[in-house]
């Protein structure tokens, strides 16, 4: 099984892979260096959370119409060629789109499209092959393993990168993404290779086919799982709204380079590794919601500490923010993961994943499009960059502000005396 855990996790990390040089390193350019608006870097970036909701279909279909007796392999590998096309062309979309940005927008729309697409049919399809082939007992270890691969592929990416485009020209750019695209797909068909047995069954897989109506019935069942919904939609919305800014803000506030503003995800990623790795350690000791406070709160110190580094123009500060914002993003990620599963009631974790996954996508649209929307229209107003910045980074501290008092509210053993009757769930979850 580790076998299998390690080639599940190669594909996770070439999914993964694909994500960092848009990101990273890509979103930078395009506001810093080619003077796209924020807004619609964000909005390309959001791609794949807007599609996120095909992936119920995509699963239900997936599993009801196997290729060749495969029921996975096809769609991831659909999936990460769709990936790696879109990121390799990413490059040269944005420079056409400073040039020409009707046409731009109109390949960026095909390109950025692709790549969205490709990440929801591979993501889908391999977290169902990670359940399928892990059972329900091993499936904790499976997904640490392909977690911590992930972790580790995102810090090593983004010093690649830092690496190739140094200095930084459009020609090291779209070489440095070709190599990314190629190593993503390669590491792919590595881990495909063996993974899936053929079967023509279709019988076992129905069970787990479920729609949003259920999805939203069975939450709506509980006033904590609701409230958790929405707890955690506001949490990652304020905690990952930031990816698309940091680096711009970076190289416009204190000057750095693309190698620079690159290096910013590889000293978060290492923040999050630790304390992930910390937060394995304390939750058997630490209660999961204090655990998760603590994440909260190391998280919002980050916003913060970075607010006051734009201030004062101190690039010591900013780092300080950017550790701080990892370590308490790695906390927050392992301490909510667990009361995510305690706020899953036995015999419909497929409802329960599902929905918290919808919460996922949804925070992670809301705080991408929030961030760039804000900023350009801050800008605008102001006619300073920084402050459009600066007042992202302040709502987003008062997001979080606000998902730490809901946090207080959740209980867990509440949210199972609401739903003890199963037949009652059973009766919502499953009604026509």
């Known amino acids: 099984m580790l076998r299998k855990r390690l080639q599940l996790g190669l594909i996770h990390v070439a999914v993964a892979m694909t994500l960092v040089p848009i990101n990273s390193t890509l979103n930078r350019v395009m506001i810093k260096e080619l003077g796209i608006a924020a807004t619609v ?253 603590f994440g909260n709160i190391s998280a919002l110190a980050g916003f913060l500490v970075i607010l006051i580094s734009g201030l004062l123009a101190n690039t010591s500060i900013f780092w300080l923010g950017v550790l701080l914002l990892g370590g308490g993003t790695g906390l927050a990620t392992v301490a909510n993961l667990a009361l995510m599963f305690d706020l899953t009631l036995p015999g419909y974790a497929g409802l329960f994943i599902g929905a918290w996954g919808v919460s996922n996508a949804l925070s992670r649209l809301i705080g991408t499009l929030m961030a760039g929307i804000v900023r350009d229209a801050v800008t605008g107003l102001t006619r300073n960059a920084e402050s459009g910045y600066l007042v992202v980074f302040g709502l987003e501290a008062l997001m979080l502000v606000a998902a730490v008092v809901m946090l207080v509210s959740i209980d867990v053993d509440s949210f199972h005396k609401q739903v003890e009757s199963p037949s009652a769930v059973e009766r919502i979850a499953l009604a026509d």
């Open 41 to 293: 870097v964000a909005v390309l970036a959001s791609v794949p959370y807007l599609f996120s909701p095909l992936q119920v279909a995509i699963g239900s279909y997936s599993d009801q119409h196997p290729i060749l007796g495969f029921r996975r392999t096809p769609y991831i590998l659909l999936g990460l060629v769709l990936c790696a096309t879109g990121l390799v062309v990413s490059p040269q979309i944005a420079f056409l789109m400073s040039g020409n940005p009707v046409l731009g927008l109109l390949f960026a729309a095909l390109a950025f499209g692709a790549w969205g697409m490709g990440y929801n049919l591979a993501s889908v399809s391999y977290l169902a092959l990670a359940a399928e082939l892990s059972g329900e007992k091993e499936r904790g270890k499976t997904i640490a393993v392909m977690w911590f691969m992930m972790i580790v592929s995102i810090i090593f990416t983004a010093i690649a990168i830092g690496r190739m485009v140094e200095p930084y020209s459009p020609a090291a750019l779209q070489r440095a993404f070709w190599l990314v695209g190629a190593a993503a797909l390669f590491l792919g068909l590595i881990g495909l290779v063996g993974m899936e047995r053929r079967s023509y069954s279709t019988d076992a897989s129905r069970a787990e086919n479920h729609n949003f109506k259920e999805m939203a019935a069975v939450i709506l069942k509980s006033r904590q799982a609701t409230r958790f919904f929405w707890y955690l939609t506001l949490l990652l919305a304020a905690i990952l709204g930031q990816d698309v800014l940091l680096e711009p803000f970076a190289a416009e506030t204190f000057g750095m380079t693309v190698q620079q503003t690159t290096r910013i995800t590889s000293v978060w990623g290492t923040a999050v590794l630790l304390t992930i790795l910390l937060a394995g350690a304390l939750e058997r000791r630490v209660p999961r919601k204090t655990l998760a406070q």
